[in-house]
């Protein structure tokens, strides 16, 4: 149980955050409108990325699947996610869900995905340990 809390809890930790941030009426990078788009999305992309990676972690460490299973269902994980997530933004008043959105989350998913599975490769297995 307590192998169980501790994989979970930082993908749990992590949605959470991506919800509280999701309730505010207007989250403003910049006062310039194409830096304040690049910003919020790249901050989309790499929400995405880390809860990706954060969900393959917590499968890794809770199943005897694959990597490769894993790593399809971190992605499917994060993407029911990102669409859940701009649901709830059609509820916060100012705020509107968009797929564009749930595309961009996605691509961050799969670059998570991918980063961590490569960069997890080449570290030593002591480090690798610790991480997964």
Do not use: N
């Not at 199943?63 to 399809?72: E, G, I, V």
């Not at 595309?103 to 340990?129: H, N, Q, R, T």
Request: overall charge positive; glycine content about 8%.
């Amino acid at each position: 149980m307590g192998k169980f809390f501790s994989a979970w809890l930082p993908p749990i930790l992590w949605m959470g955050l991506i919800f509280f941030l999701s309730s505010f009426h207007k989250l403003q990078a910049s006062q310039i409108g194409w830096q304040d788009f690049i910003i919020r999305k790249t901050a989309h992309f790499l929400e995405y990325a880390v809860l990706c990676f954060l969900y393959f972690r917590a499968l890794r460490q809770t199943t005897s699947w694959s990597s490769k299973k894993s790593f399809f269902l971190a992605l499917f994980l994060a993407f029911i996610y990102a669409l859940s997530d701009e649901y709830h933004q059609t509820k916060v008043t100012g705020r509107t869900g968009k797929i564009f959105d749930v595309g961009v989350d996605f691509c961050g998913a799969i670059f998570g995905g991918i980063f961590f599975k490569k960069l997890i490769g080449k570290l030593p297995e002591k480090i690798k340990k610790l991480i997964l």
